[in-house]
Every structure is written in C-alpha cells, then in structure tokens.
C-alpha cells in the first residue's frame, strides 16, 4: 500500500498570503488529521476529520481551517499568514478514529 | 487532558537494551498509552499502544504498571536506526483521540 502523500513538500510564501496544502491518506483509511510542527512548540495537534466532517479542532485560530473531500483526501488552509506560521504541517491518516495513525513526510512552509 | 513526564534525553549502546520511561500519574480507566517516535527529518512513527496489559509487536514491546501511572517501551536490542525522539502520548475518547505530542525523550544510540 503507498503511504500518506503530501504535496507540496516545500512552499514558500509572503506574510498575507493564503496557502493550501494537500494530503492523500492511505487507502481505506477514513480518518485524516493535521498537526503543525514548530522548533519552539513541538508538534501540534490542529485538526481531525472524518466522513467529511470536523470531528475534533486544536487551539489555533480561525486563520486555520480544512476540509475532506469524499474520497478521504484533504486540504487544509492559512490564510493570511503570519511569520509565525512557518513551520513542517504534518498530515497522518488512520482507518478510524483512535487508532493507529501513519504520518506523512510533511510539508514545509516558510512565511518571509 | 492527562498528561506525561518523559526524561529529556537517553543514551544507548548499539545491540543493548533500552528501556524509555513514561510517568503517566493522572491517567483515567479509559486512556490508552500510546507510542510514536520521530526519526531525524521523518513525521511521527507509530511504534506500540496499550491500555492495561503489557503488549509485544515486532518493534517493541510496552510494560504497564500495575496501577498504571507508568509505562515503560522497551527496545531489546537498539540500532542506529532506533535514534530518534520517542513520545509517550494518553489517548481517549473524550479528546477525540487526538494525539498530544509532549516534548518526548531524545534517545542517542551509539556504535
């Protein structure tokens, strides 16, 4: 089975710009989550989805937000980036919530 | 949310034991023990979870107290490849089962 892809695996963008990042899970699993990882405040847990539906959210603020298309593949969206906001964003898919997640490589975003 | 205390860094001899140490002490009846460790320039990896009894896979196994305020992941024999930070994580359900990534334990595996 292929693993959890993302793309793209770099980005860099300019501090009020928005971006989008993409995550395809493994195949059959229905549970996708997000989480950012910085140097200063490790890994962090942004956001689950499920079926197409939010079915849990981290503390960031609303600039953060996603989606799962039908066929389990999501997106997930900073608009009007900050510097702050550099950082890897990981995505990991599990056959169902509470199990197992597998990690994809990530993205690695730079705001200048 | 129940939290963990892990030691900052450990040190290990190739083809050794390593036993990583995980203080659970306000877990509830319904949180899972989980393990993920992160290999340099890697997302997370799935290694071991477990909710009372100890349990055995293929890359390691995890000793649950009996009280279960603390865990330990044993790797029975570490290799250069097992260097990387290790996470002890409390999952349930009322968190949505989110993982809640700690600062974890650094280990250095060395020839």
């Known amino acids: 089975k292929a693993g959890v892809t993302q793309t793209p695996r770099y980005l860099i963008k300019t501090r009020g710009q928005q971006v989008t990042l993409s995550c395809s899970p493994i195949s059959g699993h229905r549970s996708v989550s997000w989480y950012q990882q910085t140097p200063g405040q490790g890994l962090q847990f942004l956001f689950e989805?499920?079926?197409?539906?939010?079915?849990n959210k981290g503390n960031f603020p609303g600039r953060f937000s996603g989606r799962q298309f039908s066929n389990s593949r999501s997106e997930m969206n900073v608009s009007t980036l900050e510097l702050g906001d550099s950082a890897l964003y990981l995505c990991?898919?599990?056959?169902?919530?509470?199990?197992?997640?597998?990690f994809g490589p990530g993205t690695r975003l730079t705001v200048t | 949310d129940a939290k963990t205390t892990q030691p900052n860094s450990m040190e290990s001899n190739e083809e050794e034991p390593v036993h990583l140490p995980c203080n659970h002490s306000t877990i509830s009846g319904t949180d899972y023990i989980h393990w993920y460790r992160q290999l340099p320039s890697q997302g997370p990896e799935y290694v071991i979870h477990?909710?009372?009894s100890n349990v055995n896979n293929r890359m390691a196994s995890l000793a649950i107290a009996e009280d279960r305020k603390s865990s330990t992941l044993i790797l029975h024999r570490a290799t250069l490849r097992d260097a990387a930070v290790y996470y002890c994580?409390?999952?349930?359900?009322?968190?949505?089962?989110?993982?809640?990534f700690g600062k974890g334990t650094s280990l250095l595996v060395t020839p």
């Open positions: 990991a898919s599990s056959f169902l919530a509470g199990h197992e997640q597998y």
């Open positions: 477990g909710l009372t």
């Open positions: 989805y499920f079926s197409e539906t939010q079915r």
């Open positions: 994580i409390l999952r349930d359900f009322d968190s949505g089962y989110a993982l809640n």
